[in-house]
């Protein structure tokens, strides 16, 4: 037999009924209470001290609570662990209510449309998503419920749209139930809060949203996640902007782990901002700004219009330092109008975010000034964009005192001189004392009686008091007796009451009013939330540019050329992040040159050298340029990249148990069957993480694919030496080296990037660099010189099939890995004989170029002691 319970559990309960997957704060007095699960859940993860109710009866109920005023941050810590929690308030004063007080849930918060953002989270997006498939096609739309951002797109696999989710960094998805497993699973890892929404709603609000959707999967997807909302969130949506579709691949593709590798937004070992590109180009003013500079780098452009369209901003801003300065300044006094309009729609704005408005919008047209003295065509489309609203403006400055109170019921609000009936008011209130000594002297003057006095008391209010001696001097018709005292009498008068009332009615009415005003003034306002949303997004640009444009001045970016073939060339390129961590240390810069004909670099060098130092910041480079930013270098020539893929660094997917090699291989597969000729590659060490002959043997294969099949540009860097002897077979691959030499013994790192493969790889040195045993290091040397013998000895026994090797190549294009034909040995070229030859050569080499006849003897002398030193 089901328990009885008390009424209290039974509306909880009746409410806990209908929000069965949220934590229920369920409003008593100054405290929200949890019950049954959700208190034994809820001490645990709050850190409360779980109490009971009705402890003495046989089935206590477990309880736990917060103080009301500290909820949000309760609320905050449930939700930053992936739940929800309903707030369940108390709809009536309780003191009043006959019977049960009434309750109801007035916020259902959910990670995904946590709003009152602030500090560091104001900076960045909150996106809610919904999903839904349909015949293998996934519809995805997302909004950030704080900006109004409403957005769909389609993905024809499952990588796609959970590449999307992490580049949104979603916490929150809505789906109909609907989803393949391998999307929950994702989830599920990633701590992706799934919510059901299955009913769609036919609101008007829902089909205004969707009605510049051509495709109906997506009109669906959108319909879901206002649906959602509309069930969810019971405030008004009125800011919500209309859907609007984007095509993913109208961008630059990075997949989440290349944008991990490459540290665009977040520090791979402190998990923070700093050391990353995001944290290096924002010195947006706004935090509008910094969300939209995060948006581009995570959407980097690939039209070239589009791109030099920001870029030639960028120029213009650069150029002029003044009005650059004057424009950062404007815009330092810009709040977060997107947040703001959000604010307003939901009727939760006060007097002081009115006055930020207002003060915001009065520095547009000194910003608009500013661009137009700029006197430029680029900026011609933005200027018009910069819409003042000066209506608004100048009704909140008619309006609203400077300095309002946090409160909008108490009054205080609203200017003097804006409303006549207010005035009256605040006249009656101000005035009253002064009216009231002017009624004293009159009716002194009319009665004649001197000592007459007007007083006051809670009781009776205002009145006239007149001592006893002085009664007969009264006038009878005008006077009524209110009370009566030993020596004296007080008495009203119609003109007393009448304005006894107006002065204690004053206030209260005064306030109600201004309440009202301020109401209407919300919502004008509200009426042009959609204006004030293209002012906000025209700011956040110019925000954005302008920042782009510090940047480039400060660190001395360059324009890049952008092509839309296939020549990359820079000079001097540097890495802008590790560049500003130098601080007083000299960043080595160093070229890029890959024209139309070369596709690979194979970069050898010791560890330590600069190796995916020197691939980053190609990676980075290009990722600045297609932002529209200027890039580090003395000059660039880019093309326009399509994809970026990379495999940097070796961090183990520790959570799906995936061995380095494991994800090595997948990563690398991911780039060899996504690239195309258009994409850009960086392969650092790749098979590495398996034994020296199959690594090598993977590694060569794969290099072999690129160069026949892939044609991206791909920069590959290696300790296999043995592979830098393909730039004999492959013509669109070169070596490049950096350099390092050899001081007393001890290894220097010069950092520079030649043509040409390295000598050696210093393995050992390095080893050394890191304070190993001396004896140990003897020993490795020791090993190392037994190692190369035996080399040459394999070497030269296996030399006979050499033919046969280049046989069997020639035969099969693309050339098969020479290791499945031939076994392993054949993949190396006999070392020591190959160095010996080389220097050989580079020294005949240097005779022929030899200018005799512009040389002394003594300086021919020093070069033949020269080539005999090396020789030796
Ligand atoms: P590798 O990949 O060859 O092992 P890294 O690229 O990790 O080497 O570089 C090692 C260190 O060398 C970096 O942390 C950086 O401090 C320094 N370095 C790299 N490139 C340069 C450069 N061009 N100029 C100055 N220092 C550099």
Same mark, same amino acid.
């Given at each position: 037999?089901?328990?009885?319970?008390?009424?209290?559990?039974?509306?909880?309960?009746?409410?806990?009924?209908?929000?069965?997957?949220?934590?229920?704060?369920?409003?008593?007095?100054?405290?929200?209470?949890?019950?049954?699960?959700?208190?034994?859940?809820?001490?645990?993860?709050?850190?409360?001290?779980?109490?009971?109710?009705?402890?003495?009866?046989?089935?206590?109920?477990?309880?736990?609570? *917060?103080?009301?005023?500290?909820?949000?941050?309760?609320?905050?810590?449930?939700?930053?662990?992936?739940?929800?929690?309903?707030?369940?308030?108390?709809?009536?004063?309780?003191?009043?209510?006959?019977?049960?007080?009434?309750?109801?849930?007035?916020?259902?918060?959910?990670?995904?449309?946590?709003?009152?953002?602030?500090? =560091?989270?104001?900076?960045?997006?909150?996106?809610?998503?919904?999903?839904?498939?349909?015949?293998?096609?996934?519809?995805?739309?997302?909004?950030?419920?704080?900006?109004?951002?409403?957005?769909?797109?389609?993905?024809?696999?499952?990588?796609?749209?959970?590449?999307?989710?992490?580049?949104?960094?979603?916490?929150?998805?809505?789906?109909?139930?609907?989803?393949?497993?391998?999307?929950?699973?994702?989830?599920?890892?990633?701590?992706?809060?799934?919510?059901?929404?299955?009913?769609?709603?036919?609101?008007?609000?829902?089909?205004?949203?969707?009605?510049?959707?051509?495709? =109906?999967?997506?009109?669906?997807?959108?319909?879901?996640?206002?649906?959602?909302?509309? @069930?969810?969130?019971?405030?008004?949506?009125?800011?919500?902007?209309?859907?609007?579709? #984007?095509?993913?691949?109208?961008?630059?593709?990075?997949?989440?782990?290349?944008?991990?590798?490459?540290?665009?937004?977040?520090?791979?070992?402190?998990?923070?901002?700093?050391?990353?590109?995001?944290?290096?180009?924002?010195?947006?003013?706004?935090?509008?700004?910094?969300?939209?500079?995060?948006?581009?780098?995570?959407?980097?452009?690939?039209?070239?219009?589009?791109?030099?369209?920001?870029?030639?901003?960028?120029?213009?801003?650069?150029?002029?330092?003044?009005?650059?300065?004057? !424009?950062?300044?404007?815009?330092?006094? *810009?709040?977060?109008?997107?947040?703001?309009?959000?604010?307003?729609? #939901?009727?939760?704005?006060?007097?002081?975010?009115? !006055?930020?408005?207002?003060?915001?919008?009065?520095?547009?047209?000194?910003?608009? #000034?500013?661009?137009?003295?700029?006197?430029?065509? *680029?900026?011609?489309?933005?200027?018009?964009?910069?819409?003042?609203?000066?209506?608004?403006?100048?009704? &909140? =400055?008619?309006?609203?005192?400077?300095?309002?109170?946090?409160?909008?019921?108490?009054?205080?609000? &609203?200017?003097?001189?804006?409303?006549?009936?207010?005035?009256?008011?605040?006249?009656?209130?101000?005035?009253?004392?002064?009216?009231?000594?002017?009624?004293?002297?009159?009716?002194?003057?009319?009665?004649?009686?001197?000592?007459?006095? &007007?007083? #006051?008391?809670?009781?009776?209010?205002?009145?006239?008091?007149?001592?006893? *001696?002085?009664?007969?001097?009264?006038?009878?018709?005008?006077?009524?007796?209110?009370?009566?005292?030993?020596?004296?009498?007080?008495?009203?008068?119609?003109?007393?009451?009448?304005?006894?009332?107006?002065?204690?009615?004053?206030?209260?009415?005064?306030?109600?009013?201004?309440?009202?005003?301020?109401?209407?003034?919300?919502?004008?306002?509200?009426?042009?939330?959609?204006?004030?949303?293209?002012?906000?997004?025209?700011?956040?640009?110019?925000?954005?540019?302008?920042?782009?444009?510090?940047?480039?001045?400060?660190?001395?970016?360059?324009?890049?050329?952008?092509?839309?073939?296939?020549?990359?060339?820079?000079?001097?390129?540097?890495?802008?992040?590790?560049?500003?961590?130098?601080?007083?240390?000299?960043?080595?810069?160093?070229?890029?040159?890959?024209?139309?004909?070369?596709?690979?670099?194979?970069?050898?060098?010791?560890?330590?050298?600069?190796?995916?130092?020197?691939?980053?910041?190609?990676?980075? @480079?290009?990722?600045?340029?297609?932002?529209?930013?200027?890039?580090?270098?003395?000059?660039?020539?880019?093309? &326009?990249?399509?994809?970026?893929?990379?495999?940097?660094?070796?961090?183990?997917?520790? !959570?799906?148990?995936?061995?380095?090699?494991?994800?090595?291989?997948?990563?690398?597969?991911?780039?060899?069957?996504?690239?195309?000729?258009?994409?850009?590659?960086?392969?650092?060490?790749?098979?590495?993480?398996?034994?020296?002959?199959?690594?090598?043997?993977?590694?060569?294969?794969?290099?072999?694919?690129?160069?026949?099949?892939?044609?991206?540009?791909?920069?590959?860097?290696?300790?296999?030496?043995?592979?830098?002897?393909?730039?004999?077979?492959?013509?669109?691959?070169?070596?490049?080296?950096?350099?390092?030499?050899?001081?007393?013994?001890?290894?220097?790192?010069?950092?520079?990037?030649?043509?040409?493969?390295?000598?050696?790889?210093?393995?050992?040195?390095?080893?050394?660099?890191?304070?190993?045993?001396?004896?140990?290091?003897?020993?490795?040397?020791?090993?190392?010189?037994?190692?190369?013998?035996?080399?040459?000895?394999?070497?030269?026994?296996?030399?006979?099939?050499?033919?046969?090797?280049?046989?069997?190549?020639?035969?099969?294009?693309?050339?098969?890995?020479?290791?499945?034909?031939?076994?392993?040995?054949?993949?190396?070229?006999?070392?020591?004989?190959?160095?010996?030859?080389?220097?050989?050569?580079?020294?005949?080499?240097?005779?022929?170029?030899?200018?005799?006849?512009?040389?002394?003897?003594?300086?021919?002398?020093?070069?033949?002691?020269?080539?005999?030193?090396?020789?030796?």
């Amino acid at each position: 037999m089901a328990k009885k319970l008390t009424p209290m559990m039974e509306q909880y309960q009746k409410v806990k009924d209908q929000y069965p997957d949220a934590f229920l704060f369920y409003r008593l007095g100054d405290f929200y209470e949890l019950f049954n699960d959700d208190a034994v859940k809820g001490a645990q993860l709050l850190e409360l001290t779980l109490t009971t109710r009705n402890h003495s009866a046989k089935n206590p109920i477990p309880m736990c609570g *917060v103080p009301h005023r500290a909820v949000d941050s309760y609320v905050d810590i449930l939700i930053d662990k992936g739940y929800k929690v309903a707030i369940c308030e108390q709809m009536e004063d309780p003191k009043k209510a006959k019977g049960m007080v009434k309750r109801a849930v007035t916020r259902l918060v959910t990670p995904g449309t946590q709003m009152d953002l602030n500090g =560091d989270q104001a900076r960045n997006n909150n996106y809610l998503t919904a999903i839904s498939e349909k015949s293998g096609l996934f519809n995805l739309a997302y909004t950030d419920l704080s900006t109004g951002e409403l957005k769909t797109t389609t993905f024809d696999s499952v990588n796609g749209v959970l590449n999307e989710l992490i580049n949104l960094q979603s916490k929150e998805v809505v789906s109909a139930g609907d989803l393949p497993d391998e999307l929950l699973t994702a989830f599920k890892k990633r701590h992706i809060l799934l919510s059901k929404q299955e009913k769609i709603l036919k609101q008007a609000e829902i089909s205004y949203l969707t009605q510049d959707l051509e495709d =109906d999967g997506q009109k669906y997807v959108v319909s879901l996640l206002v649906s959602y909302l509309l @069930t969810t969130q019971k405030r008004s949506l009125a800011h919500m902007q209309r859907a609007i579709y #984007y095509r993913a691949n109208a961008f630059m593709k990075i997949d989440h782990y290349s944008k991990t590798n490459l540290e665009l937004m977040t520090n791979m070992r402190s998990g923070k901002r700093q050391g990353t590109l995001s944290w290096l180009l924002d010195e947006t003013k706004t935090a509008m700004g910094s969300r939209l500079l995060k948006q581009w780098i995570d959407r980097p452009l690939i039209d070239p219009q589009a791109i030099a369209e920001r870029q030639d901003k960028v120029e213009e801003l650069l150029n002029h330092y003044f009005e650059r300065s004057n !424009i950062q300044q404007e815009l330092i006094k *810009v709040y977060d109008l997107e947040r703001l309009a959000g604010r307003v729609a #939901y009727g939760s704005v006060n007097g002081r975010d009115l !006055i930020q408005l207002k003060t915001s919008l009065q520095q547009v047209p000194k910003i608009k #000034y500013v661009l137009e003295t700029l006197d430029s065509p *680029v900026f011609e489309n933005l200027t018009t964009r910069l819409d003042p609203l000066s209506d608004i403006a100048g009704l &909140i =400055d008619q309006a609203i005192v400077e300095e309002p109170p946090i409160a909008v019921t108490d009054g205080g609000v &609203i200017k003097d001189g804006y409303n006549d009936q207010l005035d009256k008011y605040r006249d009656a209130m101000n005035n009253g004392k002064q009216w009231i000594a002017d009624l004293q002297t009159q009716e002194r003057q009319v009665t004649g009686i001197n000592n007459l006095k &007007i007083g #006051y008391n809670h009781v009776f209010g205002y009145y006239i008091e007149v001592s006893k *001696v002085n009664l007969d001097k009264i006038p009878r018709d005008r006077y009524e007796r209110k009370q009566t005292l030993v020596n004296a009498e007080r008495f009203s008068t119609p003109e007393l009451k009448e304005k006894e009332a107006l002065i204690l009615g004053a206030q209260e009415k005064s306030v109600a009013l201004e309440y009202d005003l301020f109401v209407k003034i919300r919502e004008q306002v509200k009426g042009q939330i959609k204006r004030l949303q293209k002012l906000a997004k025209a700011l956040s640009e110019l925000d954005v540019l302008q920042s782009f444009a510090v940047v480039s001045e400060d660190y001395h970016f360059v324009r890049p050329q952008m092509n839309t073939g296939h020549n990359l060339q820079i000079k001097d390129g540097r890495h802008p992040v590790v560049e500003k961590f130098m601080g007083h240390q000299e960043y080595v810069p160093n070229d890029v040159k890959m024209g139309d004909n070369t596709d690979i670099l194979l970069i050898t060098g010791p560890n330590m050298s600069g190796k995916s130092t020197y691939m980053r910041q190609l990676a980075l @480079t290009a990722v600045m340029a297609q932002i529209g930013c200027f890039v580090p270098a003395s000059r660039a020539e880019l093309p &326009i990249f399509d994809q970026i893929f990379t495999r940097i660094g070796a961090a183990d997917d520790l !959570i799906s148990g995936e061995s380095t090699f494991m994800v090595e291989m997948m990563e690398a597969n991911n780039a060899l069957s996504h690239a195309t000729d258009r994409s850009l590659i960086l392969f650092d060490e790749i098979g590495r993480g398996t034994a020296t002959y199959d690594g090598m043997a993977l590694a060569q294969a794969i290099i072999e694919y690129l160069h026949e099949h892939v044609r991206a540009k791909t920069l590959f860097s290696t300790h296999y030496h043995e592979l830098t002897s393909l730039e004999k077979t492959l013509p669109r691959l070169k070596n490049v080296h950096v350099g390092a030499t050899e001081k007393n013994g001890e290894l220097v790192f010069l950092h520079k990037v030649s043509a040409g493969p390295a000598d050696k790889s210093y393995g050992i040195h390095v080893a050394k660099l890191a304070g190993m045993p001396t004896t140990l290091l003897n020993r490795a040397d020791e090993i190392l010189k037994g190692l190369e013998h035996q080399d040459v000895q394999l070497t030269v026994k296996k030399a006979d099939h050499k033919d046969q090797v280049k046989e069997a190549q020639s035969q099969e294009k693309p050339a098969a890995p020479a290791v499945e034909a031939n076994g392993q040995l054949e993949l190396f070229q006999p070392q020591p004989s190959r160095k010996s030859t080389s220097k050989g050569q580079k020294i005949l080499h240097q005779l022929k170029e030899l200018n005799l006849m512009g040389m002394t003897p003594m300086e021919v002398m020093n070069q033949l002691y020269e080539w005999q030193q090396k020789l030796k």
